[in-house]
């Protein structure tokens, strides 16, 4: 065995084995300087431009799965339970209920005043989460949830709430995903809270002088079966600009913007 040629051997491996690892460390001191250096970019931009938002805007990337949802299809024996009501099923997948004796609630509306009825009232009414008060339309409406993330704007997962001029509840309507589970074991990364946040931003969706809430992980419609629906995860944004409010949705995979944005909302959480 030559010797010297061994010794040759091993010392080229191991300078090679070197640049390598240099050049690795490098690239990856390079990279965290560069999305340090966007953080700080983007830091500044807002700034100068007096947008508030929240600081502690997540980068870690966690994965998420997609979800199939089957709206309810009621029958006269859901109605049963419905105490002090008229209920009816129209079109097979909506209950519309007027109240014998209607439900006055506060002036300056909380959520939890209606948590008891919605208990005990109505078809799984603890898996609707509060929405929105529209007090020009008289309506307050709550979403389905799936493990406590909203379905947003959902025709076939909510609650409408029907007041009259003496801020009473009257009659309310429903619909109901009945069956709602993941569409397989495998999941994808999803978008980092700061990674959508910077996506708004740079999509010109957050004027001078606004404040942005932080962001809120629901679920919107990605593909409509016939049967039943595909949701997606999705981003919501509350983007304040003076009395005026927006709403954005962002599709926690893909990245785009879904056209069901709503303004001036009288939200009294928030």
């Known amino acids: ?22 050049s690795s460390f490098i690239r990856k001191v390079s990279e965290s300087n560069l999305d340090t250096l966007g953080q700080w970019t983007i830091d500044e931009q807002l700034k100068s431009e007096n947008i508030k938002y929240p600081k502690d805007l997540s980068n870690e990337v966690v ?20 105490k002090n009501q008229d209920a009816r099923i129209m079109n097979e997948n909506t209950i519309n209920s007027v109240l014998k004796d209607p439900l006055p609630i506060s002036e ?4 939890e005043e209606l948590n008891e009825f919605m208990k005990v009232n109505m078809i799984d009414g603890d898996k609707y989460s509060y929405w929105d008060f529209d007090k020009e339309k008289g309506t307050i409406t709550y979403f389905q949830t799936y493990k406590d993330r909203k379905i947003y704007n959902n025709t076939n997962g909510m609650i409408v709430f029907q007041l009259n001029q003496s801020n009473e509840i009257v009659s309310y309507t429903q619909t109901m995903f009945d069956s709602i589970k993941e569409l397989s074991d495998e999941q994808k990364p999803i978008i980092t809270p700061f990674s959508a946040f910077s996506n708004l931003y740079n999509t010109q969706r957050i004027p001078a002088g606004s404040t942005v809430e932080r962001p809120v992980l629901g679920y919107s419609t990605f ?48």
């Open 223 to 270: 593909v409509p079966w016939e049967e039943s629906q595909v949701l997606a995860p999705t981003w919501h944004f509350v983007v304040k600009n003076g009395d005026e409010e927006e709403d954005y949705y962002q599709n926690a995979f893909e990245g785009q913007f879904l056209e069901t944005s709503t303004t001036d909302k009288d939200k009294p959480l928030e």
């Open 1 to 22: 065995m030559d010797w010297s040629k061994t010794k040759t051997i091993f010392i080229v491996v191991f300078l090679i084995l070197n640049v390598f690892l240099v």
């Open 108 to 111: 300056k509306f909380k959520p």
């Open 63 to 82: 994965r998420e799965p997609y979800i199939e949802a089957v709206a309810k299809k009621f029958k006269s024996e859901d109605l049963k339970d419905l």
